[in-house]
């Protein structure tokens, strides 16, 4: 691939600020300056990823933590990669403020619950508080705010609250119903402990980034494809669904472990699981226009994770195929698939005609579109 022109990656970079700007207008709730699960606002709207299973939450009005969460991670690589104050006091004055009404300062250690607290306790899950304290480790180290960093090691204390002895270690996924223990919770521990360890030059946190990425390999991959199975039950039954996020993390921590400690091992590890997750999570697909294309499956919020192991690997050798696709999915999606009222769906080739567009599917390709144009 030639050099992405500077004319590409400020298109790039428009999209991402149309994205937030629409997001930020129209799933608006000026009552609690947080934002909907959905627009339009669906009132027979049920949740599926919760620990509680299919459920439908009565008189929703905003938004559960992991959508929430997706704005922070756009807002911030938006300011990362523009150094636009701007973004800068969106974060500050908007999206932070908001986060803290889910912050549980109540049940010990505290952190960040699934719904807010204005509606009571709700459940607490160890990867939801993953996200967000890498959120806040590059914040600290793009603003130097000593208040980031401290969030973001209460946060690791929180999650590794959640390590036990059960299976030889590993972070349960949810606080309240300790059944599994996740790809989705350990992966992104594993990352959150490289940045921290990056940032303080504590080896503890190194030891625990290694102790982590090596358990999850263990009990956690594939070892046909080195693509990443969900989940092991206490029984040790494995729950063989595969994620795009959850390989993605692992190959961000495997690119950060080797990064740190000049291991190759860690480097390999991330390229079979780079080269297997290109395999299994990509098909031909015909598009809307009747062309034949090549797309990451269904599922926009896991791809961008995918994207942040995918674009760390890049960095290091320099094979464009597995982000480019992903960059050209993203960038049809732009032009192709978004609805009347500028919103993507969960399918990036455009054949999702569901009327109610999740916040999650929008927010995550802020970060998306701000990331892509520096694929050179």
Not at 57 to 81: A, D, H, T
Request: charged share 25%; proline share 3%; hydrophobic share 35%.
């Amino acid at each position: 691939m030639s050099p992405a022109s500077t004319n590409e990656k400020d298109n790039d970079l428009a999209m991402a600020d149309s994205m937030l700007t629409n997001i930020l207008n129209k799933y608006n709730v000026e009552k609690y300056g947080l934002l909907q699960e959905t627009y339009p606002a669906n009132p027979d709207n049920k949740i599926t990823y919760l620990a509680e299973g299919t459920m439908q939450k009565r008189n929703q009005e905003v938004s559960f933590l992991w959508p929430y969460s997706g704005m922070l991670s756009g807002v911030i690589s938006l300011y990362k990669n523009t150094g636009d104050e701007k973004y800068l006091k969106i974060l500050e004055e908007r999206i932070l403020p908001g986060l803290e009404l889910y912050w549980d300062n109540i049940r010990e250690p505290f952190c960040y619950q699934s719904y807010p607290m204005f509606n009571g306790e709700s459940d607490r899950f160890y990867d939801d508080n993953d996200w967000l304290a890498i959120d806040f480790c590059d914040l600290y180290a793009l603003t130097k705010n000593e208040g980031y960093l401290h969030k973001a090691q209460d946060l690791h204390k929180y999650i590794y609250s959640g390590w036990s002895d059960e299976l030889e270690g590993g972070i349960y996924w949810c606080e309240q119903k300790k059944t599994s223990k996740n790809t989705c919770s350990n992966a992104p521990a594993a990352v959150l402990c490289m940045k921290l360890y990056n940032l303080t030059q504590d080896n503890d946190y190194l030891d625990l980034a290694k102790k982590t990425y090596n358990w999850t390999m263990k009990y956690l991959c594939d070892p046909e494809d080195s693509v990443y199975w969900d989940n092991i039950k206490l029984n040790g039954t494995i729950g063989k669904a595969k994620y795009t996020y959850n390989s993605g993390q692992m190959i961000q921590a495997g690119v950060l472990l080797y990064k740190a400690t000049g291991d190759e091992r860690f480097l390999n590890d991330a390229k079979r699981t780079a080269k297997g997750s290109y395999k299994y999570f990509t098909k031909i697909r015909r598009d809307i226009n009747g062309t034949n294309t090549r797309f990451y499956s269904a599922s926009p919020w896991f791809n961008v994770i995918l994207s942040r192991g995918l674009i760390a690997l890049y960095e290091i050798d320099n094979n464009p195929e597995y982000i480019n696709t992903m960059a050209e999915n993203a960038r049809y999606a732009w032009m192709n698939a978004r609805d009347e009222n500028g919103f993507l769906g969960n399918d990036w080739a455009g054949n999702d005609s569901k009327p109610f567009k999740w916040l999650l599917d929008n927010a995550c390709m802020i970060e998306l579109y701000s990331e892509i144009g520096n694929i050179k």
